[in-house]
């Protein structure tokens, strides 16, 4: 089974998905700091275009998440040590 926590030492994730996921931890901390090599890299591999929908796509899910944790609402059939596991697939492209 596969771990996003673990996703640094998979072999399941590209290059590219590994600096998206780096991208998404960096935006979901507070505060949020995204070191400039960082997204230099991103630049190298997403268009703005892309770029834009990526932030927007992880800062809804933040949003979600915080909102849901003011409200006490969790995941219908998860429990307090509840983990969102990500089946393992084939290493695919982005």
């Known amino acids: 089974m596969l771990f996003l926590a673990d ?3 998979s072999t399941a994730f590209s290059a590219v998905q590994k600096l998206a ?3 998404s931890g960096a935006l979901t901390q ?3 700091v995204v070191p400039e090599d960082l997204f230099a890299q991103l630049d190298k591999h997403f268009t703005n ?3 834009v929908e990526l932030t927007s796509a992880i800062a809804w899910e933040n ?3 915080r909102f849901n ?3 006490g609402v969790e995941a219908e ?3 307090a040590n509840a983990v969102c596991m990500v089946p393992a697939t ?3 492209g982005v």
């Open 7 to 9: 996703f640094e030492n």
């Open 21 to 23: 996921l780096r991208y």
């Open 30 to 32: 507070t505060p949020v």
């Open 49 to 51: 275009q892309q770029l």
């Open 63 to 65: 949003y979600w998440s």
């Open 69 to 71: 944790h003011a409200f």
């Open 77 to 79: 059939g998860s429990g």
């Open 90 to 92: 084939a290493t695919s």
